[in-house]
């Protein structure tokens, strides 16, 4: 079973405007992380929060956490066109910290100029 | 961070074939993952290349079908066997770096 379920699926704002996606999961992790992909490629890194952390910042990101509703948002600030992308959590939930990750849906956030 | 490569960024196969792609890390690690991404889902692993003993494969992934090798701490191949158009996808390795998980730039396989 998909361990992250991501809202919303789909979203479209105009640029400046902020843009928020949400993350929930099933299980006890060790960390959840955030992901961008662009047109099918790789992944790119954003953020990785720890699960004793409830807030982090990188520029215009923002991610919290929230465990004891085990779910997670990501915050996009005045966005831009170049944001446009598939955005998805993961989370590091097995025993030992191994490093296998279980994705996300996936929020698909369009970014109008 | 990480710097992943791979090799090769795309492919169109025939059905029955196999496809082999190669992963390079910039630093040693101990485990490197293989992920396959269906088209318009999510990622799901495959299996964890450990080096120095056989890979450990997910629930719906076999050996026979997704042979990985990992012959030391910086590389690791996986092989598409017997392609189907099933199999066409994006399969992407990652490995662990200081920050967190990092991915590589993916291998789009299209099977005809």
């Known amino acids: 079973s998909q361990q992250g379920e991501e809202d919303p699926q789909a979203l479209s704002i105009q640029e400046g405007e902020n843009a928020t996606m949400n993350c929930s999961y099933k299980?006890?992790?060790?960390?959840l992380q955030w992901y961008r992909q662009n047109s099918g490629r790789g992944l790119v890194h954003l953020i990785l929060?720890?699960?004793?952390?409830r807030e982090k910042h990188s520029g215009r990101l923002r991610v919290t956490l929230d465990t004891s509703k085990k779910s997670s948002s990501l915050l996009i600030t005045a966005s831009r066109a170049a944001d446009t992308a598939s955005y998805f959590c993961?989370?590091?939930?097995?025993?030992?910290?191994?490093?296998?990750?279980?994705f996300g849906q996936g929020t698909t956030l369009q970014v109008k100029p | 961070s990480a710097v992943i490569s791979q090799k090769p960024s795309r492919d169109i196969c025939q059905r029955g074939t196999s496809l082999t792609i190669q992963c390079q890390v910039d630093s040693q690690v101990t485990m490197m993952f293989w992920y396959r991404q269906q088209p318009g889902q999510s990622l799901t692993l495959i299996a964890t290349a450990n080096q120095g003993s056989e890979a450990t494969y997910e629930s719906g992934f076999v050996i026979d079908k997704f042979p990985i090798s990992r012959p030391n701490l910086t590389f690791s191949t996986l092989t598409v066997s017997n392609m189907s158009p099933e199999d066409s996808s994006i399969y992407l390795c990652?490995?662990?770096?200081?920050?967190?998980?990092?991915f590589g730039p993916g291998t789009r396989l299209t099977v005809t």
């Open positions: 993961a989370t590091d939930a097995f025993s030992g910290n191994t490093g296998k990750l279980i």
């Open positions: 299980t006890s992790i060790n960390n």
């Open positions: 929060i720890r699960s004793n952390e």
């Open positions: 990652s490995s662990r770096g200081s920050g967190g998980q990092y």
